[in-house]
């Protein structure tokens, strides 16, 4: 049996893939093995993806409403936009929960012309990488991209790893004449995947990739469930002018709306305590 993805292309319909999604989103295995036996009685041969993740996300609700919340993460990731900057911002934060140094930074030049950098981040000044799970002797400096796509589908391909691989070079040659910034290695971050051509040249050059589902194992979705790092865009109870009011605001994780005192982000916000209530309440159900 089969599925269609949203780019139009077959992909053969694994039922283990369903348990894991929902044991990643906080299922127990009992009921990550019931919704797998639902999905089944349902799912059909040329069924779109979309179509089946909406199914899951039904039958998740029936039988646990803050797991189905966690399983649309890929969703609320594609909700930050329509601009990349909040994106950015949250990058930042979570590279600052695994015990990086980052921040963004200005303008950086290059032996040719300046260059806008959207991150910069220093690993931890010990052995331990612990996004990269790798041994290192030494810190390390990044030149990270922000690559965020709000369309369902689309992935970073090719032309974001030639054009990331180029920027470095020209700050790396700047910096051998004593001029701006040195970097250690080139990291692309997404908030979906990256198409073969990409990995496969990211690999060739030592480029750094962080997206949907890559690494294997330990990919944006991973960090971020690992962390409970959820970006406010997940909450159900959050309509799209409260979003723009919080973003404004810069509020965008879970967490800031249950560490701020209620007060303060109605001060804040000018939110109605209703509102800010609901919000305050999914976001500790989904956390905790």
């Known amino acids: 049996m089969y599925v ?22 906080g299922a127990s295995p009992g009921l990550s093995d ?36 966690r399983y649309s993460l890929k969703k609320a990731m594609l909700s930050l936009g329509p601009a990349g900057f909040v994106f950015e911002e949250f ?25 806008e950098v959207d991150i910069i981040a220093k690993s931890p000044h010990k052995k331990f990488d612990p996004i990269n799970e790798k041994e290192s002797s030494h810190s390390r400096t990044y030149m990270i991209e922000c690559k965020y796509h709000n369309t369902p589908g689309l992935r970073s391909g090719l032309k974001e790893t030639l054009y990331v691989w180029a920027r ?19 990291w692309l971050i997404s908030n979906t995947k990256f198409s073969n051509s990409a990995i496969k040249y990211a690999q060739c050059k030592d480029l750094r990739l962080l997206g949907w589902q890559n690494p294997k194992g330990s990919g944006l979705e991973y960090l971020i469930e690992n962390k409970r790092f959820y970006p406010i865009t997940i909450l159900r109870s959050l309509d799209q ?8 605001k810069k509020i965008i994780l879970c967490q800031e709306l249950i560490s701020t005192k209620k007060e303060i982000l109605k001060q804040k916000t000018m939110l109605k305590e209703q509102k800010l209530t609901s919000l305050i ?3 500790s159900s989904i956390i905790s």
């Open 4 to 25: 269609i993805k949203v780019s139009g292309k077959r992909a053969k319909f694994i039922p283990a893939k369903v348990r894991r999604t929902c044991l990643r989103a």
């Open 34 to 69: 019931r919704i797998v036996k639902e999905v089944m009685r349902h799912v059909y041969n040329g069924m779109e993806t979309r179509e089946l993740l909406k199914l899951i996300l039904r039958l998740l609700e029936q039988k646990d409403p803050v797991v189905a919340t």
């Open 91 to 115: 990058i930042v934060s979570l590279l600052k929960a695994y015990g990086y140094q980052a921040w963004c930074p200005p303008l950086i030049q290059g032996t040719c012309v300046k260059h």
């Open 168 to 186: 470095f070079l020209d700050i790396q040659d700047a910096w051998r004449q004593g001029i701006g910034q040195e970097f250690h290695r080139p």
């Open 241 to 248: 002018a409260s979003k723009e009011i919080l973003f404004s």
């Open 281 to 283: 309440n999914e976001a």
